[in-house]
């Protein structure tokens, strides 16, 4: 492994952290204003137990609504990649739900499944993280050029089996692409229910909580927590890609 | 001699916005087997619709394809296919991407064996030792090598090409035309390439059908009458240089330019 690599992205965070510091310390805002990073490592230790019960609390509901995202939003990303009349019918749709402010669905879900929070919150994740994965694997399958049929399709091939060796490799990277972005939205599914919703779990809450008592290091510590598990999570993909779609990179120069 | 590819009086119309768009017209191909025959017409003639009637990807309006004696209704396991674009799977290895007809084909036989049938062809079009590379790794070139080593891996009795070197640069042209040269001596297999180059056509063909502007009927038949060893040097003797202007002039006609100062 490149130790450039490693160090790089490590000085970076330092460098904002640093920044952060400095704004906050210049401006002498007080703690219940701005916190800055040197009033984290406290929070931190003081509630060390909410924060690895509530990170494992947002971390497993992400990625199970995560995980439904993948196999409804490729399924449906099939469905409009292989049927021109399937895109024409679902894309309207899709985009209108799309572009409906997921906190305003947080109360109708909290009404419709009472009490049931962990299922709300994962229902929230996937619905706002299965978009732009049916999109980039619909447009992956759409776009095969037809030489890609043809070489199979010429020797009689089923249409699964083109699918399988050909379609479904060949739209990877953009499924990885799509991924991506999926995971952060995703969190931001997951927060959200947890922060609106009474009586929530999670880091979500931790941050509430917070809020509630005036404890403003408290409130930035989870959200870098967040940020943390973000990354984390980034990264899983990232190493995921590598070994199923390592193929796309190029090697540079 | 039997003729394996027969198409009989095969007329196709694509349906467009603006009505039916007729591109071939009665259009009449015989190929014995064994024989390679080029098929070169203006732009937007229609060829392209050829290969994928030969390919059984798609059916006529009216006409008859017949491979080996039997009518083409549906794809045919028996058919091997190279484009212009050498249409690699990036996420597989050259052997890989040269074993995948076997796959479909012959789903029994032994990994060892496909290896060993992909490796023989790869060494025959010079990419010994590059098995394991990317297609990412090699040349346009080299990568439409690979392909041609795909369309016949699993032995198919028709090899249907369409304009497979047309993307490449001039001299490594004339390097894959000795390449298919070659090929066809030590594989048994009957071809239609579609081209847009006249020498290619000439060098390659044991026949050469110039087909009509759209729609496209078969306008010229020319019998390359020399020897099956041919090289590129033979495309510079009076014999084939007669050839070409034949096949010139007739392209003119197919054009419509027949009146033209040329």
């Known amino acids: 492994m490149d130790f450039k690599k490693i160090l790089t ?22 703690n219940y204003v701005m916190a800055s990073p040197s009033d984290l490592p406290a929070a931190y230790i003081r509630y060390w137990q909410l924060f690895l019960i509530d990170s494992w609390q947002t971390l497993w509901r992400t990625v199970a609504g995560l995980a439904l995202a993948i196999v409804f939003g490729t399924f449906l990303g099939m469905v409009m990649g292989f049927s021109k009349t399937a895109r ?7 985009v209108g739900f799309n572009a409906i402010p997921k906190a305003t669905v947080v109360p109708v879900l909290a009404l419709l499944f009472i009490g049931a929070h962990d299922f709300n919150t994962v229902l929230m994740a996937f619905m706002i993280s299965f978009f732009p994965i049916a999109v980039s694997v619909g447009i992956g399958l759409s776009t095969l050029e037809p030489e890609y049929r043809d070489i199979l399709g010429a020797l009689g091939a089923s249409k699964f089996t083109i699918f399988r060796k050909i379609a479904l490799p060949k739209t990877l990277p953009e499924f990885f692409g799509a991924l991506k972005v999926s995971v952060t939205l995703a969190f931001i599914g997951t927060n959200l229910v947890e922060i609106i919703s009474p009586h929530g779990k999670g880091l979500g809450a931790l941050f509430l909580s917070g809020q509630t008592n005036g404890d403003y290091p408290l409130m930035f ?19 995921l890609e590598k070994i199923f779609a390592g193929w796309a990179e190029r090697q540079p120069g | 001699m039997e003729n394996l590819i027969d198409i009989r009086g095969v ?13 071939l017209d009665n259009l009449d191909i015989q190929v014995p087997q064994g024989e390679f025959c080029a098929v070169v017409g203006p732009s937007g003639c229609g060829k392209s619709t050829l290969t994928r009637l030969v390919a059984g990807l798609m059916k006529p309006d009216q006409g008859e394809v017949w491979l080996h004696g039997e009518k083409v209704t549906s794809p045919r396991k028996t058919v091997g296919m190279a484009f212009q674009n050498p249409v690699m799977l990036e996420w597989r290895s050259i ?27 790869l060494e025959m079009v010079g990419l010994k030792g590059f098995s394991n590379k990317r297609p990412s790794e090699l040349s346009g070139g080299m990568r439409q090598r690979a392909s041609l080593c795909r369309a016949i891996v699993h032995k198919p009795d028709v090899l249907i090409m369409d ?37 290619e056509s000439v060098f390659l063909g044991d026949q050469v059908i110039v087909l009509s502007g759209r729609p496209a009927h078969t306008q010229y038949v020319l ?36 009146g033209e100062v040329h």
């Open chain 1, 221 to 239: 510590a989870v959200l870098i927590a967040l940020a943390f598990l973000g990354i984390l999570l980034y990264y899983a993909v990232v190493a």
């Open chain 2, 95 to 121: 052997i890989d991407n040269v074993i995948l007809p076997l796959e479909i084909v012959a789903p029994s036989m032994s990994k060892a064996e496909k290896y060993a049938r992909a490796e023989h062809l």
């Open chain 1, 9 to 30: 992205p490590i000085l970076s965070i330092i460098a904002f952290l640093a920044l952060w510091e400095f704004i906050v310390w210049v401006n002498g805002w007080p």
């Open chain 2, 11 to 23: 007329t196709h119309a694509y349906k467009t916005k603006h009505g039916a768009l007729p591109v």
């Open chain 2, 163 to 199: 304009e497979p070197f047309g993307a490449l640069d001039n001299f490594t042209r004339e390097d894959l035309w000795q390449t298919m040269r070659d090929l066809r001596a030590a594989e048994p297999f009957t071809a239609v390439l579609i081209t847009h180059d006249l020498r």
């Open chain 1, 88 to 94: 024409d019918a679902l894309y309207p749709l899709l």
């Open chain 2, 223 to 258: 019998d390359v009458d020399l020897p099956a060893d041919r090289t590129i040097d033979i495309l510079y003797e009076p014999k084939a240089v007669d050839m070409l202007h034949l096949l010139r002039d007739q392209i003119r006609i197919a054009q419509g330019r027949d």
